[in-house]
């Protein structure tokens, strides 16, 4: 490893990290949530180089970016090997379930990311089932896991209603259906685990109980022994305005002061997260990486509806706008097992992530149109504007994905950096395209704060 490791001890006065000077980072992935951790480690005095594989348009600004089929996990170790690259940091859950962690510690390279094995807890629901009721997490009952449609069918005449269906695998988002009808769970079961449409991840169905509540995403960093919380936040995962229209990858997130009373977060603590990472422990799995907790507040207490092996997007966006700490010097710590003793500092207020997406999002994206008013957008104050779904010609950005931007603001409240992320957005002229008006407005009722459409 290059990079001059600081190995020495952390001083009693620093809540910070330990610091490597001249690190050269790989980032693993090309959507929002990477556009924004090369945006932060770009801030970092430690850091000297950023490559992103493969990237994308807005990225290449931040970063050096490199072409890489994602789930291909020897040529990423090929990659971090010839870039001589002292921490590779894996975005999405991809690489992670085909194994790219255990691909890099066989050959003594540095990453960030769980060995496969974990990487079930989010590559496998009912793998993370069976962990949680083995560890005593909280989380919703379960009414069976399922290998053949009639079985699975079958088990529907004795539920209580709302019933939830998962598939097994991974579905990025679209293999989960909340119904009270019992037709529209057969039916999504057929499609599941017949259809060719979700391929082996439907081969297994989960059948479990529907619970309500606020949702939160609540995501540590951990080095399997020791961890730092981020901050607490919110996604809003339905297409449309009032979370109505089908679910997405996540249409924008917020995060503020005081979104968690101290007794709820000692409980998802004490309840979720430790019992989380000492199963782990327990179990052999060495994590080290992201945890993202999702949860659903109810009135019995938090309860996890799933894990994800990773970072969150469009959580990520949300969370670096607030982070007061070095980003890099966090990751390494990790990746390196000495995160003992170090805390993060957040900076008060709250932050806002609005994803602008495509028409047709997210059943059928339109792509190929030019994005206008970037520049215009840019000079909001305390706005930042990530690049999900776009790419590159010389000086002018495409659209090439169904989320194109997350338009991220910060504030000292979150009417504030709302203000700021929909002024931001309202100058964005991409023709067609869509954003919610109401993120982060459950946390204060009032009137809309913007009526502008992202295609002014
Ligand atoms: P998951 O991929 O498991 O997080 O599920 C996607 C979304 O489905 C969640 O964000 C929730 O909105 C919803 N969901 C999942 N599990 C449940 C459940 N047991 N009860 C109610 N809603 C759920
Ligand atoms: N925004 C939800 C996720 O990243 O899975």
Redesign the pocket.
Known sequence: MGGGVDTAGRTAVSFLFLQTNNMKILIIGGGGREHAMAWKLRQSASVEKIWCAPGNGGISRDAECMPLNVGDVKTAADLAMKLGADLTIVGPELPLVQGIADEFARRGLAILGPPKTAAQLEGS?IFAKEFMARNGIP???VYGAFESTREACAKLDSVAW?V?V?ADGL?A?K????TSSASEAKEFIERLMEGDEFGAAGNRVLL?????GK?LSYIILTDGTDFISLAPTR?H?RAFDNDEGP?TGGMGTYSTDGMLTRELEQQILEKIVRPTLAGLRKEKMEYRGFIFF?L?LTRDGA?V??Y?CRLGDPETQAILLRADFDFAAACMDAALARLAGASAKWFPGASICLVVASEGYPSGPVLGKLIGGLEEAEKVAHVAVFHAGTRREVNDYYTSGGRILGVAAGGDSLLEACRAAYDAASRIKIPGAHYRKDIGMTEFRQAKIAEVPANG
């Open positions: 629901k989380t919703a009952g709302p939830v998962k579905c988002g293999g989960v259906l909340v479990e109980e529907g619970i309500t949702e996604d995962k679910n999702g659903m309860k509806l799933e994800n």
